[in-house]
């Protein structure tokens, strides 16, 4: 197997995580509006994140989340750009299996 070759291959193993990434972006858009108490985009003195935030009982949170409308638009923004970057990715993939194959 050529440099080439395996050039391309981690081109598309990023574009895979990439488009991971972005679809869990999305996963947790539509899970907050399903439960929007729980789960959203969250904001603290050392965090920011996307995903859930379930209190067990003593244990103190130190993140509130930010309004629902905030969540949607990073979510069209990240899911936006993940999209773009996975497919230059793929681009850029095909392109060396093509020029290895010719």
């Keep these: 197997m050529t440099l080439d070759k395996l050039k391309a291959f981690g081109q598309l193993a990023a ?3 990439v488009a991971l990434a972005g679809l869990s972006v999305a ?3 539509v899970w907050h509006a399903v439960d929007p108490e729980h ?3 969250w904001s603290g003195p050392r965090e920011f994140f996307f995903g859930g935030v379930f ?3 003593g244990v103190a949170v ?3 989340q930010l309004p629902g409308s905030t ?3 990073v979510t069209v923004m990240v899911v936006g750009i993940c999209g773009f970057i996975a497919r230059e990715l793929v681009g850029y993939a095909r392109a060396g299996l093509r020029r290895q194959a010719g």
Excluded: C
């Design 39 to 41: 789960v959203g985009l």
């Design 71 to 73: 969540l949607y638009l």
């Design 15 to 17: 574009a895979a995580l």
């Design 55 to 57: 209190q067990r009982s």
């Design 62 to 64: 130190e993140v509130h």
């Design 27 to 29: 996963v947790t858009a």
